[in-house]
């Protein structure tokens, strides 16, 4: 596999002799290594993208042409979802299971957003005017240059999030995968290329933050940056697109809460408890990892949760386990170092909190269930990113919300009960872009996905993904070819 950079439809060398290592966490080796691309690098690949969007075929294109494109990148990345698959296992550390869920959902995404360019080519809508002397209508146009920044939590599902729409919409793109999880975003490269996609539609550039993450954020050639990942960072993109006043779409992360009510089914409570927070080891944006019980229910339910996360296999992501080790090293220490602060601020560990016993190597930490603590502690406040559950007791319906609302964040959050009123009423009132009755993290591509307050901006999927990806232009025509009658009065 290529391990260059993919710029203007070929694999080049980085200008730097940098390289980043990949580790597979399972066993903390270094087993690959990419190139780190530097600010020239990502500036190659903004010319190559700016070059293919401005004088490339690609955005004259129509969108059912387009079309074929998404949905050969579709059939490739199913084609080699073994590969795949293996890749974001070794990677990324996550269960099997769950990397195939991923790469299904990814050749969803990209057949998804085929059909949406398809429906581009009769989107002009025509706008009812006061006057009719003129007539009017609204045309969508690509954006532009797109530049993505994504995360290490699903790397190949995360760049189909952002290319798939942003190709359907007609803009060109320079993808920066995380450091930390650089692999398949390069083997996206190698499909686009033997799907002869247009030189310089898509560009893949591996590198650190710090370099090739800020170069892109504030590169003049771009016209929209979207980003997934932390609330510091999605800060400081903000700051760098201010500049000149890019476009923004921002997927930040959150501190969601679960609503469970006393007439709960507590088997049904505890299986999307589980999974609503110890699916990818946590590493969920949307993770509901602050659980509301009403009272009557809360000691029968805290004990079968326990009892459950108890049973968690826990492992490498190639063998038949439920959980595998977080994504890095520094990872892993933040949610140990998270669990000790949560710890010292008063919380009670009712199971896990450690590494495994008897796992030498690999960045595992147990399933963890925590109670007993502050409102105002950092451990119910701050996104911990890993396998921690905080649970806490509540008596009204009225103190659940407040509960619930009271955080910086707003991604999702999550409501149970056999009373469907009280459903629907709970989830009007609870601040969140995305929220789950009886269930917690289903997600469809259909759907919209994003966050309010400090958990983003935008809404990436469905119709509102493509939307990022495009400019709305007003085209008015005067239906006459007599004077007006301002200036020359006839
Ligand atoms: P991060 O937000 O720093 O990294 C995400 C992406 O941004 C990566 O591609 C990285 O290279 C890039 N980046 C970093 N600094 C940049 C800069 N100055 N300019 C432009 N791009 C930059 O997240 P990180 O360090 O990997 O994880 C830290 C924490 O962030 C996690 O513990 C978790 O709490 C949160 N996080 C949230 C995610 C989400 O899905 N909302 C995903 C990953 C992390
Ligand atoms: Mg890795």
Redo the contacts with the bound molecule.
Sequence with gaps: MNKQLYIGGKWVKSTSSKTIPVVNPATEEVFDSVAAANAEDVDAAVKAAREAFDNGPWSMMSGAQRAVFLRQIAAQIELRKDEIVRLEVLDNGKPQPEAEWDIDDAVGTFNFYADLAEGLDDADETIELSDDSFSSIAVKEPLGVAGA?????FPLLMAAWKVAPALAAGCTMVL?????TPLTALVLADIVDAVKLPAGVLNVVTG???DA??A??EHLGVDKLA????VP??S??MR?AARDVKNISL???GKSPFIVFADSDIEAAVEWIMFGIFWNQGQV?SATSRVLVEDSLYGPLLERLVEEANKITIGPGNEAVLLGPLVSEA?YQ?VLAAIAQGVKEGAKIACGGQRPTGMPRGYYVQPTVLIDMAEESDVWQE?I?GPVVCVKPFSTEAEAIRLANDSRFGLAAAVMSKDDSRCDRVARKLRAGIVWINCSQPTFTEAPWGGYKQSGIGRELGKWGLNNYLETKQVTKYNSDKPWGWYLKS
Excluded: D, Y
């Excluded at 920066?176 to 930390?180: F, G, N």
């Excluded at 980003?227 to 932390?230: A, E, I, L, N």
């Design positions: 920044i994504i995360p290490w939590n920066k995968p995380s450091e930390v650190f933050g710090a993450g800020r892109l954020s980003f997934t990942g932390s960072t999605g400081t993109i760098a997927e930040l992360g944006c990872q933040k996104e990113f």
